[in-house]
Nanobody, 115 residues
Framework: QVQLVESGGGLVQPGGSLRLSCAAS???????MGWYRQAPGKEREMVAL???????MYAGSVKGRFTVSRDNGRNMVYLQMNSLQPEDTAVYYCNARPSMGISSWGQGTQVTVSS
């Protein structure tokens, strides 16, 4: 199972930007990599996915504002978040899903959008 460590969260004003990073302990080339978030009192939801074939999917609420990317050579996944809004406030989690086996989660990083 791969270990994941997220970073880059913080407090930002509405309209601002943040870039989240996810560092994996080993190769992610065979994994679907995703970013999820969980706001207080809500269920965890998918934000963005990037597959091994390069397919990318976004939640409708972030499409056009967030960009997911991966660097398989460095075992890294990124989430560039622009035009942040208060409703984007949540703990953001990185996920690695192999073709076979158990999915892995990071510990999460807090993103707070507030003036």
């Amino acid at each position: 199972q791969v270990q994941l460590v997220e970073s880059g969260g913080g407090l930002v004003q509405p309209g601002g930007s943040l870039r989240l990073s996810c560092a994996a302990s080993r190769s992610i080339s065979g994994h679907v990599m995703g970013w999820y978030r969980q706001a207080p009192g809500k269920e965890r939801e998918m934000v963005a996915l990037t597959t091994t074939s390069g397919t990318i999917m976004y939640a409708g609420s972030v499409k056009g504002r967030f960009t997911v990317s991966r660097d398989n050579g460095r075992n890294m996944v990124y989430l560039q978040m622009n035009s942040l809004q208060p409703e984007d406030t949540a703990v953001y989690y990185c996920n690695a899903r192999p073709s076979m086996g158990i999915s892995s989660w990071g510990q999460g990083t807090q993103v707070t959008v507030s003036s």
